[in-house]
C-alpha cells in the first residue's frame, strides 16, 4: 500500500523535529506577515512535545511603532509566551545617503560605506539570543558611556549563537530565486566533501530552517484561519514583509489603510508621502 503524503502542517512537523535533534533553540524572523506568523503554533506544538525547546522572535523596521506591523507579533509573542525585539533594518543608511531621512551630509555618506548587511541584523539577533538563553544582559556586551570595554563577552554565553536555528518563512512560490535558493541546501557539502544532510527548506549547515517552503499561500492562510492568528497588515503586495518609503505601491496602501502609521512614517521619512503620490512601476 502506497504511503500517504503528510500533510503540509505534518511536513513542516518533521522539518521542526528534525533540526530540534540538533538544537532545541529557535528564533523566528518575525515580520508581522503571514507566513512567520504561521511559525508560531507551528513551533508551540514542537515545544508541548519537547519541553527543552526554547522560542524567540526577532523584528527588524525602519520606523519603530508602526502598529500594522508590530501589533501582530506582539499579540503572538504573548500568546504562545516568546521574547522578541526589534533591530533597525539593514537599508536604512541606503535611504538616509538617498535623502528620505534629511539632505545629503557627511554622516550620511559614511553611514552608506558602512552600511548594513541582512547577515548583519541576523547576527545581532543569535547573539541577542544566546544572551538570553544563558541568562547574560545582553546591555552587557556593549560598552556603556564612561566605560572602556564591555562587562561582558561571547566568551561568557552559554549558548552558541549559532547553534541557534534561523526559523524564516521563505516559501517556493514567492519566486524563482526562494525556490532555487530553498533547493540548494541538498547539494552542500562540509570541508570534507561529504554532504551536509541538507534538504528542501532545511540548511544544518549554517542552522537555517524553512518549515513552510513547501506550502501553497492557499495553505498558508487556511493554517492561519484555523489557528485564529492575528492579520498580517494590508500593504497592497501579496507579501506583506516588509515597508519601504521608496516603493509607491506599499506606501500608498499604508497611506490609504493605515494613516496613523503612514503619519508617523512621514516623520522619519518626508519623501514617503512624494512617493505615495508618484507613479507605480
Known amino acids: 500500500m502506497a504511503q500517504k503524503t503528510p500533510s503540509c502542517v505534518a511536513r513542516a512537523q518533521q522539518r521542526f523535529e528534525r533540526a530540534a535533534k540538533t538544537s532545541p533553540y529557535f528564533l523566528v524572523a518575525a515580520s508581522g506577515g503571514k507566513d512567520s506568523n504561521v511559525m508560531f503554533p507551528l513551533l508551540e506544538k514542537l515545544r508541548a512535545e519537547r519541553p527543552e525547546v526554547r522560542v524567540a522572535g526577532f523584528h527588524y523596521t525602519l520606523c519603530r511603532g508602526l502598529a500594522c506591523v508590530e501589533r501582530p507579533i506582539e499579540l503572538l ?12 533594518h539593514s537599508i536604512l ?31 545581532a539577533a543569535r547573539v541577542w539570543f544566546a544572551a538570553e538563553l544563558s541568562g547574560v544582559d545582553p546591555d552587557d556586551l556593549l560598552p556603556r558611556e564612561g566605560e572602556e ?61 524553512y518549515p513552510i517552503c513547501d506550502w501553497s499561500t492557499k495553505e498558508v492562510y487556511a493554517y492561519a484561519r484555523l489557528m485564529n ?23 500608498r496602501a499604508l ?3 493605515y494613516p496613523k502609521d503612514f503619519a508617523k512614517l512621514c ?3 518626508p519623501l514617503a508621502a512624494a512617493v505615495a503620490e508618484g507613479p507605480v512601476g
Open 77 to 88: 509573542s504573548r500568546r504562545y509566551d516568546f521574547p522578541f525585539k526589534i533591530f533597525v
Open 93 to 123: 543608511p541606503q535611504l538616509v545617503y538617498e535623502g528620505f531621512c534629511r539632505g545629503r551630509s557627511d554622516s550620511a555618506n559614511r553611514a552608506y560605506k558602512a552600511r548594513l548587511a541582512m547577515n548583519d541584523i541576523e547576527l
Open 149 to 209: 570595554g564591555a562587562r561582558k563577552s561571547l566568551a561568557d554565553l552559554k549558548v552558541d549563537p549559532f547553534a541557534i536555528w534561523y526559523v524564516g518563512g521563505q516559501r517556493q512560490v514567492d519566486s524563482l530565486e526562494r525556490r532555487a535558493m530553498l533547493s540548494q541546501f541538498r547539494r552542500q557539502l562540509d570541508a570534507n566533501g561529504r554532504p551536509t544532510g541538507g534538504d528542501l527548506g532545511f540548511n544544518p549547515k549554517e542552522r537555517r530552517l
Open 229 to 251: 492568528l492575528p492579520p498580517a497588515a494590508d500593504l497592497g503586495k501579496s507579501n506583506s514583509s516588509g515597508i519601504n518609503p521608496g516603493d509607491p505601491i506599499t506606501m
Open 255 to 257: 497611506r490609504d489603510n
Open 267 to 269: 516623520g522619519l521619512f
